[in-house]
């Protein structure tokens, strides 16, 4: 804080960083409320407090948003060791209260004692909708068996819609450019993902994620679903419940006639990943895809087949093509290894011919410094260094997913 007046630097330790101050917590028993280990922090927080995710004016801020485990109700409340309010007149602190008020539904509580005497109803909240897949994976920390549900629901559950807009505000923190959507548009298709646990003797469910699905026409008879947002709340993320959401959700399009392909808005390097060890895991057992056809290069009937089976579009299929022919190439052997590499470089180098292309076109309108110009943008020594570095990335992502299939 150097160069900072004496009255600048007094006023500096009334700001905190939104991101330590918000926490979050999912709430089974009551012993989790005190429990530090339960609670966790947003990932962002710019859409409320600025792109410097700051607020101003107070010391030892808690912004405490908990939650109960299943039916998402919600304790908010503001606590701080000292308010800036109190020590300078004329210094207003952040209105911080109101900040996160504009984005959680009315109904929430702000005191510990009625709290909990909403973790005491949910024993009777349920999972919503229709079943589409359980699967179990074991806890060694608890010894057993956890159970989880996928299930897909509409407007007209009772109860979804204050549900929703309750587990809606997790995006705020986790999805960096979210937005809320019109649920009363029905192309919407919602996929929830749920933990059964036991409390006292009963059932209860836990939200662990879910997943929002926009259907588009697809003149003149199809349909092509749109992922738009899908979030794993972090107590439940590395365990591998996003692969199982996604491809439960991935199957349920697969099955109807009238679904073209299935794609995403506007993924993230995360999801990117996800959908590649998907549909790897698809693709692998189709006859196209077998490993005695890969080295001889993306075929016709790997595109057709993936579409017509899986609902894969051509572009992914040969992101799946590429990674299953890497798991089969043994890159200690010289000449395979230079054939693969080929390979996916001759899809990487289409933008600089396409350059070339637009390049021969100006040739006819642009004088000669202008050309010189346009040359050195797109000189064959950078093409061929960003080529190189291209391909080392891409080969780092197909390894990882090569590898999640082998511990699969």
């Not at 996929?191 to 588009?216: I, P």
Request: net charge negative; aromatic share 12%; charged share 30%.
């Amino acid at each position: 804080m150097a160069g900072l007046t004496p009255m600048e630097k007094k006023l500096a330790e009334y700001k905190c960083d939104t991101n330590e101050a918000i926490k979050l917590k999912l709430v089974r028993f009551q012993e989790d409320i005190e429990d530090e280990s339960t609670t966790f922090n947003p990932e962002f927080s710019h859409q409320l407090f600025g792109d410097d995710e700051v607020a101003f004016g107070y010391k030892g801020l808690q912004m405490q948003l908990y939650y109960s485990a299943g039916s998402l109700s919600t304790m908010f409340r503001v606590l701080y060791t000292a308010n800036v309010n109190e020590k300078f007149d004329s210094v207003q602190a952040d209105d911080v209260e109101s900040k996160i008020r504009d984005i959680i539904p009315a109904g929430f509580c702000a005191g510990i004692d009625d709290f909990i005497s909403l973790l005491e109803k949910e024993v009777n909240f349920r999972s919503f909708g229709t079943i589409l897949h359980t699967y179990t994976i074991h806890n060694d920390e608890a010894g057993e068996d956890i159970t989880y549900q996928i299930t897909k629901a509409d407007m007209t559950c009772p109860g979804f819609r204050e549900y929703h807009e309750r587990l809606q505000t997790f995006l705020m923190w986790f999805i960096e450019t979210a937005s809320f959507i019109d649920v009363d548009d029905d192309r919407w298709d919602f996929f929830l993902l749920f933990e059964k646990y036991n409390k006292d003797g009963a059932t209860l469910f836990a939200t662990v994620g879910y997943m929002t699905v926009y259907n588009y026409y697809v003149y003149p008879d199809k349909t092509r679903p749109r992922v738009s947002q899908m979030l794993i709340l972090p107590p439940f993320q590395g365990e591998g419940h996003g692969a199982q959401l996604y491809e439960s959700v991935h199957r349920y399009y697969m099955s109807s006639e009238n679904i073209l392909d299935v794609t995403a808005e506007d993924p993230s390097d995360n999801f990117v990943r996800l959908r590649d060890y998907v549909f790897v895991k698809l693709c692998q057992d189709l006859p196209s895809f077998a490993p005695e056809n890969l080295h001889s290069g993306l075929s016709g009937e790997m595109v057709t087949e993936a579409r017509q089976k899986l609902k894969i579009n051509k572009k992914h299929a040969r992101r799946v093509y590429e990674i299953l022919r890497l798991r089969a190439t043994d890159l200690s052997d010289q000449e395979k290894a230079r054939a693969y590499r080929l390979d996916i470089k001759k899809r990487l180098v289409g933008p600089y011919k396409k350059n070339q292309r637009e390049l021969a076109k100006m040739r006819r309108c642009l004088n000669p410094e202008e050309l010189t110009n346009q040359m050195n943008q797109i000189d064959l020594k950078t093409q061929h260094e960003q080529l190189e570095e291209s391909y080392q990335q891409i080969i780092a992502e197909y390894r990882r997913t090569v590898e999640r299939l082998a511990q699969a």
